[in-house]
């Protein structure tokens, strides 16, 4: 608490110092979303379907980015890892407690069975974006791939509050 | 944030960034010491007023040693809880019960808190076994127990598992009669039991008469409630309970897997473990199902510890505020105590002591009484963690160690900066005194 305090004081100072970063989403939110279009939430590609990518806000070095991916097609598909233009690394990592504190491991890859779900998830599976380029703001959105064995699933992530458990159209169907 | 800040920030180890953040959390109380003391050496007098009013000056110290060391004591606490229960969960890898809750079945299975819960078949078992990449898959069979202690039903495997590899005395149960002790199950080899059924002050003592097991090997000590626990054959837990051995007709004096589906009376929970961990989230993802549930203990341990740190965060505003209030109080104190050196204070201005000479006297004294309170604190918290930690500890058998580590430190030296800030009002008002006055007394 304290360490957030002074360092969000030690923040504050040097952004006054300094110009403002640029919003991601200046760069790479699409058209105004319609009311009622949710099609930017998900995405599909030989029969792997992928819904709600989101992330919290952040102006670490490091973000997570969660998804539901269900895999409707007849054969097993592997998920490599992704790529985004805000990142200068995507990797997949998986949740751990090390000594009571919470860490992320490195995972080469996932398999997805045919017919099963794959929940990226606080607490559980991630892809970990490091040396992000920007502040990533609540309301936000950017674009990424996710690489899987049978090709790239581009889709948009949602930026949730900085606290966010969930997307925060979980459980809409779409 | 300003990118090279932060690029300098994310470049830094754990260690260096905690450091840093010490320092700077402390810079505020040395600087301010090098600038109120600068050209003085007021040490000699602060001795002397320290010595001339000890037993006041001590009550101070306490009292801000008590309202830090609650502080200090909570943070210590908060995290030997968690890394104890971490600990106690790292050879879950993960867990596949019934649906049902995951705190429920994690606290039943991980933690031998034992609830009526679904059994999985064998069907489902076998399923689990034999998938791909499962490197051990186990029955965790609770329900029973000997004087408090539970007899869990599992597999040598399991045991071995628990133990590192290695027992630390005697060998591994190789009949259905016999039984591996936890490290602290007041049982030596050689010894027989025979389980009640149930736990706990309503379990039946004589529910399974006639039924003795032998101890014949103990696992080593882990510091969880598996020290408590006695591990038997899941066959005899089965057998105990009239129940089918989980093999075939002919094959009953058989231990271990495979199991015969048809013959396998179920399990509440089975234990899966992977070598590699992207292995266990594919296996969760598999056991994921209508009629199964698949969770790691240390992801629902880390969304109670996040609730956790969220109790101790709110209970950390409030040691905070009882420290600057105690602190308050104390300084309070001191503009009454300066009263008492008023005369003094007094004589050496007329003696042609600077203004700034006596100020530096004044507050002087508060920052030490306050860096002392801090220091004392520091040990009171450390003290009140370890013995808490102890009685933690008996009560539920995981071991919780007190420690102190940066946070502790980081908290202290946040309190002592803005204390110190405040002890300038005591030092502004002894100048404010009237010199001519104060010497007449």
């Keep these: ?174 | 944030m300003p990118e090279a800040l932060s690029d300098f920030w994310y470049a830094l180890s754990p260690t260096a960034q905690d450091a840093l953040l010490f320092a700077l959390l402390l810079a505020p109380a040395i600087l301010l010491g090098l600038v109120v003391v600068a050209g003085y050496r007021p040490f000699a007098l602060v001795r002397a007023m320290l010595w001339r009013f000890r037993w006041t000056s001590l009550l101070f110290i306490l009292l801000i040693a008590v309202s830090v060391g609650i502080g200090v004591g909570l943070i210590a606490q908060e995290r030997g809880l968690r890394q104890g229960t971490a600990r106690a969960a790292d050879k879950f890898d993960l867990i596949v019960t019934a649906p049902g809750s995951e705190v429920t079945m994690m606290l039943a299975a991980v933690y031998l808190q034992p609830s009526d819960v679904p059994l999985l078949s064998g069907r489902v078992f076998n399923d689990i076994a034999g998938s791909e990449n499962v490197s051990l898959a186990a029955p965790i069979a609770f329900g029973d127990s000997f004087e408090g202690a539970p007899v869990i039903g599992t597999t040598a495997g399991f045991v071995t598992h628990l133990s590192s590899g290695a027992l630390a005395e005697g060998r591994m149960f190789a009949e259905h009669e016999e039984a591996v002790a936890g490290a602290r199950v007041p049982l030596a080899i050689g010894e027989t039991f025979t389980p009640a059924h149930g736990v706990g002050p309503s379990a039946e003592e004589d529910g399974h008469q006639g039924h003795v097991y032998r101890i014949v090997g103990r696992m080593p000590a882990s510091g969880t409630p598996w020290d408590r626990a006695i591990l038997v054959p899941v066959e005899s837990v089965w057998e105990v309970h009239g129940l089918a051995s989980g093999h075939a007709p002919g094959s009953e004096a058989r231990l271990g897997p495979p199991f015969d589906a048809d013959y396998f009376p179920g399990t509440p929970a089975i234990l899966v473990h992977a070598d590699q961990l992207w292995a266990n989230y594919a296996l969760r993802s598999q056991f994921t199902t209508a009629e199964t549930m698949a969770f790691f203990p240390g992801a629902v341990l880390a969304s109670l510890h996040a609730l956790l740190g969220d109790v101790r965060q709110v209970m950390s505003v409030m040691a905070v505020v009882t420290q600057v209030l105690v602190t308050a109080g104390v300084l309070t104190g001191l503009i009454i105590l300066m009263r008492l050196f008023a005369r003094r204070l007094a004589l050496l201005r007329a003696l042609g002591a600077p203004r700034r000479f006596v100020f530096a006297v004044v507050w002087s004294y508060a920052a030490f009484l306050i860096g002392a309170g801090a220091l004392l604190g520091i040990a009171v918290g450390f003290a009140a963690s370890a013995i808490i930690s102890r009685i933690v500890t008996a009560r539920t058998d995981i071991l919780i160690r007190a420690s102190l580590s940066w946070p502790e430190f980081q908290l202290v030296a946040g309190f002592v900066s803005l204390t110190v800030l405040l002890a300038l009002v005591p030092a502004f008002l002894t100048l404010a005194r009237p010199v001519v006055k104060d010497l007449r007394g």
């Design chain 1, 1 to 174: 608490m304290l360490k957030a305090a002074l360092f969000a004081l030690l923040a504050g100072a040097a952004t006054l110092a300094l110009p403002a970063p640029p919003v991601v989403a200046d760069e790479h939110a699409p058209a105004q979303e319609e009311p009622g279009d949710h099609s930017h939430h998900e995405a599909e590609l030989d029969g792997v379907h992928a819904v709600h990518a989101w992330t919290r806000a952040t102006d670490a070095d490091t973000a997570l980015v969660f998804v539901d991916i269900e895999n409707g097609s007849d054969r097993d598909v592997v998920l490599e890892g992704g790529e985004s233009d805000i990142a200068e690394k995507v990797e997949i990592v998986g949740f751990v407690l090390k000594d009571g504190a919470p860490a992320w491991e490195p995972l080469p890859q996932m398999p997805l069975k045919a017919g099963r779900e794959l929940k990226l998830a606080p607490n559980g599976l991630a892809l970990r974006f490091t040396g992000v380029k920007e502040a990533l703001h609540e309301g936000d959105e950017f674009e990424m791939e996710f690489h899987f064995d049978v090709g790239h699933l581009a889709m948009h992530v949602q930026v949730e509050a900085a606290n966010a458990m969930h997307h925060s159209h979980a459980g809409h169907k779409h």
